[in-house]
């Protein structure tokens, strides 16, 4: 029996849980983005103007934001390359070559290491620590920009069990207005004031 290098829980097979591979999947899609934004936040000046100005970074008074510096100019993209060269020693293949500008390498290694994210999950017993530091990173850029727009309220963790008794796990949010919720990893469909209690009864004891 594994667990999952993130939340811990009990795996069949493999070194990460589905819904941590899912969440793993949509911050790799949204780095490229999330880098992308940054580039708005490099002076302060500029971020005088924005709304969504956290207390801590008001007061920088530096022509520019060191933070938003090591995260455009090293952060991300080295991050990232990083876990892309280890997977790929760890699978006997080279060195991959780095080319292009920062904001290439950085939607170059993000989408290499979403594409190969089943072996990842499968295969890569440094799983855990590559979406821990991932989503590190995210939460890194994510005090700088703001948040990305809404996905919604989290709620819970999908508890709907496949055939071969796993759970599937994968966060499921709420919209205002919303009655009815759709897995997006297994489709289960949470409708009635029943499905609501089943959600909430078989939550992980201490969900991340
Ligand atoms: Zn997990
Ligand atoms: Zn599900």
Partial sequence: MNQCGLCERDLEAGYLCPGDTLALGERLERMPKLYGALAGFLS??????????????????????EAVLDLRYGGIALVLEGWRSDVQRVRGWGEPAITGDVEERVRRAARWLGMELPWIAAAYPAAGDLACEVRELEGAALSIVGALPDRGRRIGQCVAVDSSGVICGAVIRHQPGQTRLVCDWCHCVYATEQDWLLLLHHQPAESA
Wanted: glycine share 0%; no cysteine.
């Fill in 44 to 65: 302060p000046a500029v971020r005088a103007t924005t709304e969504f100005v956290s207390r801590s970074h008001a007061t920088a008074s530096l022509p520019v934001d």
